[in-house]
């Protein structure tokens, strides 16, 4: 299985930016590459559920993005660096939650995976605070 660890989350006020990265590590799965797992990033609020946030597919060519964040996040991929990346701009009080990224090794091609309940492998998250 892979191990995914994310970083770059921090405190920062309204209207800054972040990159969030999300790294993968460990022996995949019957030889597995990176590029073989579609990515997402979720986020969790205190007393909330965690919410899709936006995913990838496997090449990098499609992507999707909950509504909130769209026009504001890019997620992407480097495939040979075996990381996902989260870029933030005109970050709100609102976007404040621990953000994870997950990778989910059954999706199709092109596909977008948005349900968290299709994800096979999970980070720990990265916290985002983004004060008033």
């Known amino acids: 299985q892979i191990q995914l660890v994310e970083s770059g989350g921090g405190l920062v006020q309204a209207g800054d930016s972040l990159r969030l990265s999300c790294t993968a590590s460990?022996?995949?799965?019957?030889?597995?590459?990176?590029?073989?797992?579609?990515m997402g990033w979720f986020r969790q609020a205190p007393g909330k559920e965690r919410e899709f946030v936006a995913a990838?597919?496997?090449?990098?060519?499609?992507?999707y993005y909950t509504d909130s964040v769209k026009g504001r996040f890019t997620i992407s991929r480097d495939n040979t660096r075996m990381t996902a990346y989260l870029q933030m701009n005109s970050l709100k009080p609102e976007d404040t939650a621990r953000y994870y990224c997950?990778?989910?090794?059954?999706?199709?091609?092109?596909?977008?995976?948005?349900?968290?309940?299709?994800?096979?492998?999970w980070g720990q998250g990265t916290q985002v605070t983004v004060s008033s």
């Open positions: 997950a990778a989910d090794r059954n999706a199709a091609s092109l596909r977008v995976v948005i349900s968290d309940r299709e994800y096979d492998y």
């Open positions: 990838i597919s496997r090449s990098g060519g499609n992507t």
């Open positions: 460990g022996r995949t799965a019957s030889g597995r590459t990176f590029s073989s797992y579609a």
